[in-house]
């Protein structure tokens, strides 16, 4: 009769090491996924934030530089892809993420050039509200670099935690899938070239 309660007693603690295991196992997976999703949100709202300035740059420059027209309808035409882009972090993939990447460089070199255009016109240069608007742009930039770079770290570390064994069964079970990384666009490992 002992023995039987003492076996009884092995298979309860049996059992609730494994419940607990499972439980601790999964809810870290849907802790690092949430993650991966608030990281996400910081990378969009930031995006939001560049795209929410150039109308007000836009305006500042057209003052000043009416002829550069096609200029000024290119950052317009980039800013309308972007943010007609939206993309939910379950329908986060390589795919989308390459897509994003595409229309976010597109609506960067559009930006670029208008900021280019600030070299011909000394006035618009010396405009207070062009200048205050680049300095906010320019950070703004940084700041998605900052996210995105930070989306990239939670990012690993969620694959990470579904890869590793014996997690990747569980994860594989509940249908964790791997996230994408953001990774450097084309060109970005050559030095541009200047010259004088």
């Known amino acids: 009769m002992k023995k039987g309660y003492i076996i009884l007693i092995i298979i309860a603690v049996i059992v609730i090491g ?31 934030r560049r795209t929410d300035l150039i109308p007000n740059l836009v305006n500042t420059v057209k003052g000043y530089a009416e002829h550069e027209q096609s200029t000024l309808d290119a950052v317009t035409s980039a800013r ?4 007609q882009m939206q993309i939910n972090v379950d329908d986060l993939n390589e795919e989308t993420l390459a897509r994003l990447n595409a229309v976010q460089g597109e609506l960067s070199s559009a930006l670029s050039r208008l900021m ?24 703004t930039e940084n700041r998605i670099a900052v996210e995105r770079r930070k989306f990239n770290d939670t990012a690993r570390g969620y694959n990470t935690a ?20 953001f990774e450097a666009e084309s060109g970005a490992e050559q030095a541009p070239e200047v010259q004088f």
């Open 116 to 139: 280019a255009i600030s070299e011909n016109y000394p006035d618009l240069k010396a405009n207070e509200n062009f200048r205050d608007l680049q300095a906010q742009l320019e950070g």
């Open 162 to 181: 579904i890869r590793q064994f014996p997690r990747n069964i569980l994860a594989s079970m509940f249908g964790f899938e791997k996230k994408p990384y």
């Open 80 to 83: 309308a892809k972007a943010t």
């Open 18 to 48: 494994i419940f607990s295991w499972f439980k601790g196992t999964y809810n870290s997976l849907v802790t690092l996924e949430e993650g991966v999703s608030a990281q996400w949100s910081n990378v969009e709202n930031q995006y939001q």
